[in-house]
């Protein structure tokens, strides 16, 4: 099955004008799309698309200086016309990087660099990231959603526990996120920890770029209505409606963030718009103390929620004796700041990503692990309060906070909403509409198959990709149709699964390096000219890489070669089982350069024969070259079991003298002079030893020039 992406990363079937996840229009393909396998300014190579972004198209890319490791880039393209309009967008663009060069963290992709290159006479300007491996909390939810199940109260508290450390960093260096939502938080492979994604402020400047420098803009014309950032459900109202923002507002939307994976539903679906009002008893069974905690999180007035993300770990230190996070040593509060000035709020607000803000100073940041905090009294908090007031800006402060208060409580003209309790249920769980849930065996055995893939290593987008591919050549009458989870297609499912489970093992069987498997579904031609030039350095035409891969592939993944697939080999690589073979490949190259898959055949002082021995396991093969002159009479004899083949390649590959022979001698007049390439492959399904004997009549040294091997993928 071909599949499409929106840009959340939710995977589609190709043909699809909404994504069926989350309603996004489908684009078509944008012709200033960069395509995969092009290098830009000889640095970065894409691999593919990875979705448009609040500011332009992102890529998945390898960074060529540093050992092809992957990174991401974000290309800026504000909808702008000229060049002072492109160029003071692009200052507005720098100035925002620099915020997220500031930011310094473990759980926050480590911003590298703003690249600029020249692309089809073009200057492109990108924003370089390191790229995270896993899966973001939304795929998680999406995952779960179709087993008829969500995340548990102990998992969302061990995310608190994990991300409000994060918030509270970001915020005593006055930055705000502003769109924190399950899309925007990755559950990072390597360790387990979540990541916080797609920091704002950067997208922000495209949408001020737009209404600043547009034609119309510019021109006193513009009729554009300014665009909120942040996403429908999770950001609060001061933010949809005002622009306003702060860490109270990053808190709200960690709340609605959690509403979402304990319910597998909207944020919106849960609220009562007339009343602010969450409905509780939808929300299913949760302690009464994480629920209290949620609750003021979720207080629609700012100064009403929590004032910090250190006071929600207290909060969850006191109820339920999770022990505190290390934490920020001095902790200003976040400043309130209107972003935009107020315009009508449109009927769907749109979807944007973060805003972040920048004083003139920030505070210093400590490692060390806060302790447990003592209860002030009434005394003590007062004084508290006049030391803060005392201190130099505090009453600027104040007072922006009391004129924000002052402003949302105007906007909440309706009576004072109260969050409405009603006595939980039992926990059930939350199926997939329109759909029943699946079984508890039929969950956990897919839970094992992806706690298989994440131990490989291997990108959930090429998994499914390749299963997809696998199943539907068994079932053809299944190609384009998605998969449901009614107890009708139980026995589909569980066909599926088999097929899962088995490319597992296949995989497992062919002992790919980490790196490898990692690269899994990046894989492409411009891969195979480079290692085709590795190769011919050593004296090895493309020709033996080929049958190298070849050999092992049919070896362990019999069913899908392309022979068995009846698909050419050109248009067969393209598909998600020709990406097994590139992998194979890609770990056959360095055995050759280092010389433990090739031998060059050096014949004794005054010797007409060698005698060349060696063992293999299944799949495995190993390549010799020996320099001879034409008119030379070559015999073979190869000793070994029958399921061992052989191949002779002459020097430039225009004289076929064998290719995967089954023959056990031979022998010949040589039409060329050169290297001549003797490729020997196991398809024993057992270790096996090999003996060659190669004699020649006349064994000294070669005059003549050697040709040049070209190519022959």
């Not at 709020?345 to 302790?371: C, D, I, K």
Request: glycine share 6%; net charge negative.
């Amino acid at each position: 099955m071909n599949l499409v992406y929106c840009s959340q990363g939710h995977p589609n079937p190709a043909g699809n004008r909404f994504c069926q996840h989350c309603g996004e229009p489908m684009l078509g393909v944008n012709p200033r799309n960069l395509p995969n396998g092009v290098t830009l300014g000889d640095r970065y190579r894409i691999v593919r698309e990875l979705g448009k972004g609040g500011f332009g198209q992102t890529y998945l890319a390898q960074d060529l200086n540093r050992f092809h490791e992957l990174c991401v880039l974000k290309e800026f393209a504000p909808q702008v016309q000229g060049d002072y309009a492109l160029q003071k967008s692009q200052e507005l663009f720098e100035r925002e990087a620099g915020v997220l060069y500031k930011l310094q963290h473990p759980q926050i992709p480590r911003f590298r660099e703003l690249f600029r290159v020249a692309y089809q006479g073009e200057e492109r300007l990108f924003l370089v990231q390191d790229y995270v491996d896993g899966q973001t909390y939304q795929a998680l939810l999406n995952t779960r959603k179709q087993q008829g199940i969500g995340f548990t109260e102990a998992e969302v508290v061990e995310l608190f526990e994990d991300i409000l450390p994060v918030l509270h960093y970001i915020h005593a260096l006055w930055v705000v996120h502003r769109d924190i939502s399950p899309d925007n938080l990755i559950l990072r492979t390597q360790d387990r920890k979540p990541v916080l994604i797609d920091f704002g402020g950067v997208k922000e400047v495209a949408v001020r770029a737009e209404l600043q420098y547009s034609p119309a803009a510019l021109a006193g014309q513009s009729t554009i209505i300014p665009t909120r950032l942040g996403k429908a459900g999770y950001a609060p109202r001061e933010q949809m409606q005002r622009g306003v923002v702060s860490a109270q507002s990053d808190l709200y939307a960690l709340a609605a963030t959690a509403l979402a994976l304990l319910t597998g539903k909207e944020p919106q679906e849960l609220i009562d718009n007339r009343t602010l009002s969450w409905h509780w008893s939808q929300i299913g069974h949760i302690s009464p103390k994480f629920q209290g905690i949620l609750e003021k999180m979720l207080q629609p007035i700012p100064s009403d929620r929590y004032q910090s993300a250190q006071e929600v770990l207290q909060a969850l230190d006191d109820t339920q004796g999770h022990p505190l996070i290390a934490t920020v040593a001095h902790t200003p509060e976040a400043p309130v700041v209107p972003i935009i000035s107020p315009v009508p709020t449109p009927a769907e607000p749109n979807t944007g990503a973060t805003f972040a803000v920048v004083p003139p100073a920030t505070s210093a940041v400590s490692a060390s692990v806060t302790p447990k905090r003592s209860h002030w009294g009434c005394l003590g908090k007062t004084l508290l309060w006049l030391l803060v007031i005392a201190s130099a800006g505090a009453i600027g402060w104040w007072a922006g906070s009391w004129w924000i208060r002052s402003q949302v409580e105007k906007l909440s003209s309706s009576p004072t909403p109260t969050l409405t309790l009603t006595p939980t249920t039992s926990p059930t769980a939350t199926p997939t509409s329109s759909s029943t849930p699946v079984d508890n065996s039929e969950a956990q055995r897919q839970q094992a198959l992806q706690q298989r893939r994440q131990n490989l290593g291997i990108e959930l987008s090429f998994y499914e990709e390749l299963v997809n591919q696998a199943f539907e050549n068994l079932k053809p009458e299944q190609k384009g149709k998605v998969l449901g989870n009614t107890p009708e297609e139980a026995s589909l499912r569980a066909d599926r699964d088999k097929i899962a489970n088995d490319l597992l093992n296949q995989i497992e069987q062919v002992n790919l390096t980490s790196q490898v498997r990692k690269d899994l579904g990046t894989y492409n031609s411009a891969d195979r000219k480079q290692w085709t030039s590795r190769v011919n350095r050593l004296r090895l035409s493309s020709r033996s890489l080929t049958d190298l891969a070849n050999g092992k592939f049919a070896a362990l993944l019999p069913q899908y070669t392309a022979k068995t697939l009846n698909l050419d080999f050109d248009d067969w690589l393209k598909t998600p089982v020709g990406q097994l073979w590139y992998a194979i490949a890609a770990d056959i190259v360095p055995t050759l350069e280092a010389k433990t898959a090739l031998e060059t055949v050096v014949f004794d002082p005054g010797a007409t024969s060698k005698q060349l021995n060696g063992t293999l396991k299944l799949g495995e093969g190993k390549a010799y070259i020996a320099q001879l002159a034409a008119g030379q009479l070559m015999q073979l004899k190869l000793e070994a079991p029958d399921q061992v083949l052989i191949s002779v390649y002459s020097p430039s590959g225009q004289v076929q003298i064998l290719e995967d022979s089954p023959e056990r001698n031979w022998s010949g007049t040589l039409p060329e002079s050169g290297f001549y390439e003797l490729v020997i492959i196991s398809n024993a399904p057992e270790t096996t030893n090999y003996q060659l004997d190669l004699t020649v009549n006349d064994t000294s040294p070669v005059t003549t020039p050697t040709p040049s091997v070209s190519p022959a993928f």
